[in-house]
């Protein structure tokens, strides 16, 4: 809505933060010319999106919200939920995206991060007993690479690799793409993310990035065959 659009220019070029103070429906309806109906339309679309948020009781008014990065990926993959996105779309983007994100993190890491990827890596310290304890080690695999993302200083390059995550994360719950353990999967993927940890620890922008790169060829043609599985069985 062309309103909605313009309140949100005023609002950045008036250098507004998130929790900021925005003016009331009256001065709105001033400032922009609009009537009361549009103004209101206009508030109900920023606060749907997250951008306003309205609070009651005293000290209460209209305030200029923050969407949280959970929020954000939850809208994006609304949009993805009618297209058609196969693992090789989503590997194709991790490909090109992850072992540059690990090259720029070599040597930049402090010892509290690597320790805390070395934590999560606790999850799966041991091959998998059945097919849900795989599925939950996949998932923490992820979150390995999801939290690796956070560490950089490239908001947009840790949003989207996180995003690439949480759509993984999602196909292995819904899509049940772990029927049994398996080993070399878990395996490979361990040994990958230790031999990258030594790798950001030593400042080896390089061999971060030739890891991280083999380790997402490697989980991508691994997650096509697991999907190549699971629709066999739907095969009559």
């Avoid at 059945?130 to 979150?143: F, G, K, N, Y």
């Amino acid at each position: 809505m062309r309103v909605a659009d313009a309140i949100k220019d005023w609002v950045v070029e008036q250098g507004l933060k998130p929790g900021d103070r925005l003016p009331g429906e009256t001065e709105l309806i001033q400032r922009f010319a609009m009537s009361k109906g549009t103004i209101r339309e206009a508030l109900r679309l920023l606060q749907a999106q997250g951008l306003v948020e309205t609070k009651t009781g005293p000290g209460g008014g209209l305030f200029v919200g923050e969407v949280s990065r959970e929020r954000a990926r939850a809208l994006l993959a609304n949009f993805f939920y009618f297209q058609h996105v196969t693992i090789d779309d989503i590997y194709q983007v991790r490909v090109a995206l992850e072992p540059e994100m690990a090259a720029s993190l070599a040597g930049r890491l402090s010892e509290e991060q690597l320790a805390e990827l070395s934590v999560i890596m606790e999850d799966y310290a041991q091959p998998a007993a059945d097919a849900e304890e795989e599925r939950i080690q996949h998932v923490s695999s992820l979150r390995f690479h999801a939290r690796l993302a956070d560490f950089g200083e490239n908001a947009m390059l840790g949003f989207f690799i996180g995003f690439m995550a949480q759509i993984l994360t999602d196909l292995t719950v819904y899509k049940r793409l772990y029927t049994q353990p398996n080993h070399d999967l878990w395996r490979n993927g361990r040994e990958h993310q230790i031999d990258l940890i030594a790798a950001l620890r030593d400042g080896d922008a390089q061999a971060a990035r030739r890891i991280m790169h083999e380790h997402m060829q490697q989980a991508r043609q691994m997650m096509e065959d697991q999907e190549a599985e699971v629709m066999k069985r739907f095969i009559v």
